[in-house]
């Protein structure tokens, strides 16, 4: 089971991007992006249940960001909207075969992790 984040680059405020993270061997049922800027923990982004779609944002990307999934391609993708140079970090995708929603905003519910995928805004 493994989990490929892809889609990060260089973006200038006011720009967007979409990442992408793709899930070969099994179905997970809950999918989450986190993120870590250099110097900072680790933190959550936003994430899905697999099989209802119910979501949860950070408040600091709420109305900017949008996860949604791809039952076809097993892949679950960030829309980032309006990016900040605050948005800059590290993205990882992270899944579980659980589906506690009082769960999906906390790293340790997630099991599998991707490898990250680098996103830099400037300003």
């Known amino acids: 089971v493994q989990l490929q984040a892809s889609g990060g680059g260089l973006v200038q405020a006011g720009g967007s991007l979409r990442l992408s993270c793709t899930a070969s061997?099994?179905?997970?049922?809950?999918v989450g992006w986190f993120r870590q800027a250099p110097g900072k923990e680790r933190e959550f982004v936003a994430a899905?249940?697999?099989?209802?779609?119910?979501?949860s944002y950070a408040d600091s990307v709420k109305g900017r960001f949008t996860i949604s999934r791809d039952r076809a391609k097993n892949t679950v993708y960030l829309q980032m909207n309006s990016l900040k140079p605050e948005d800059t970090a590290v993205y990882y995708c992270?899944?579980?075969?659980?589906?506690?929603?009082?769960?999906?905003?906390?790293?340790?519910?997630?099991?599998?992790w991707g490898q990250g995928t680098e996103v830099t805004v400037s300003s």
């Open positions: 899905i249940i697999w099989s209802g779609g119910a979501t």
């Open positions: 061997g099994r179905t997970f049922r809950m």
């Open positions: 992270a899944a579980d075969f659980s589906t506690i929603i009082s769960t999906m905003r906390l790293a340790d519910a997630y099991d599998y």
